[in-house]
Each structure stands twice: as C-alpha cells, then as structure tokens.
C-alpha cells in the first residue's frame, strides 16, 4: 500500500472530525493537510499518552523537533535518525506516533518545509507543559496552551491555503478557530484529564466559564467565517466547526460525547446544503 494510501487509513483511524473534509480537498492541498493533521497528531499522542512520565515526554518532543528542524528537503530527510529516536518507545508509542517521518514527507515538496516548522514549534511547546504538569493558573495560562496545541494550527492552516490558492485568512481568527475546537475537547475529555492528574480550568473557573470561553472563540470564528466567499477553506471547516457547536450541546445536557449516528447525521446535512 503507497504511502499515501496508509496515510488516509491512518487519518480515518484517528480522526473522525478532519478526515471527511481533508479527502475531499483537492490534490496538492490535500496531501499538505494530510500531512500536517497527522504530524501533528503524532505528537499529540506524546503529549497526552497515559503512562509517561512528564520528563520522557519532554524528551521524545525536544528530539522529535530537532530532527525537523534539521531538514532541507524530502529526498533528504533523515527518516533513519527519527526511527532511532523512537525505537526504544516502540512498544509503547501508536504507529501514527512512530511513522511521523512518512507523514512529515507527504506534503508537497515547496509546502513540507512549513509543516516540518509547525510540528517542531509545537512539539517544543507541548514539552513545556508535559514538564509543568500542565498547570493552568489563569486566562492566559489557558490562553497560551489553546493557542500553543490548537491555535497555531489555524495559522498552519493560513499558510496551506495562501500556499495553494492564494486565499488570505484573517490569522486572528483562525487562532481562534483553533482554540474554540480544544476548549471542547478539553471539555468532553474533563473526567479523563481528572483522573490522570490534569486540570485545564483556570483556578476559580467552572463549567459554565468553560462553555463560555469555547463559544466566546467559536462564536468570533463564526462571524468571520460567514463574511468568506465560498472556497475550499470554507467548505473544510464547516464540519468541525458546526460539530463542536453539536458538540458543547450534547455536553451541556449533561451526556458524554457526540454519538456516532449524530456525527453521520450532522455530515449528512452539510453535504445536501
């Protein structure tokens, strides 16, 4: 199976979010998205893996992003120094996670660059907060880690777009949309985060402050994004836009998660409009 073949099964196995709109954007795009989601992915499962302990996490980060900022070009790209990197964890890390370097070369070549950028910078910054056990003091606190995980995938996401077809997104809101999806991501998975240890409210906030704070940056994006001509941009965020809104309801009324079913249905109704 090519590389890029196993990358779409690998984005449908990890995302069920993303991976309908990002296989129906077109090829170029496609592929940059792609890739990416699922460097990024990668390092996320570091970040949030339930066994290591911060400091390890730390580590596998800082030298996943010195390999990446080590690289000039695909046809050189050091796939041998990041599967040594990640051999000893190779019983404990997913495959999405040990197979980064195939992700990281699957973006087009004039593109890759940016991508090799965005997972390095990101991985850095999700050291810090595996290190500081993820404290969370206050607004900017919360600020810093939204834009630090999510946020900066907007502007990712800026540069992708500009790249393939010269659209220009307000990077002020894609920031936003970025950290209105991980505010409530860390709203459905706030029992989980408890039990390992990890508290993302700032001190003093509830739920309701919580909710707020994910509809303020929403709700900001929302506005903006009904102002854009129809392109690809448009059509790609409007699913995870309108599923976390379906999202924040299910869990206001007090259930776990989206069902499967409504997620179809939801998709389902976006794709007859």
Known sequence: MAVYQEAMHMLKLTSRTFYLPIVRLPKG?????????LCLRAIDEVEDHPTLEGNLKAKILHTISLVLQAQTSEDTFAHQDLETALLEFHDVLPEVTLRIGEWACLAPTFIAPRVWEATAAMADRMAHWSV??????????LDRYTYGVAGAVGLLLCDLWAWFEKVQIHRTHA???????QTVNILRNRSEDLDRGVN??????????MFAYARENLDSF???AKTLPKTTFKSFVEIPRVLAYATLEVLERGEKKLSRNAVLSIVQ???AE
């Open 222 to 224: 929302s506005a903006y």
């Open 269 to 271: 109704q976006l794709e």
């Open 175 to 181: 920031i936003q949309f970025g950290r209105g999806l």
């Open 132 to 141: 500081n056990g993820f404290e969370v003091l206050s607004m900017a606190d």
């Open 29 to 37: 795009l496609r592929e940059a998205v792609a890739s990416g989601y």
């Open 200 to 209: 993302f409210y700032p001190q003093g906030w509830d739920e309701e402050r």
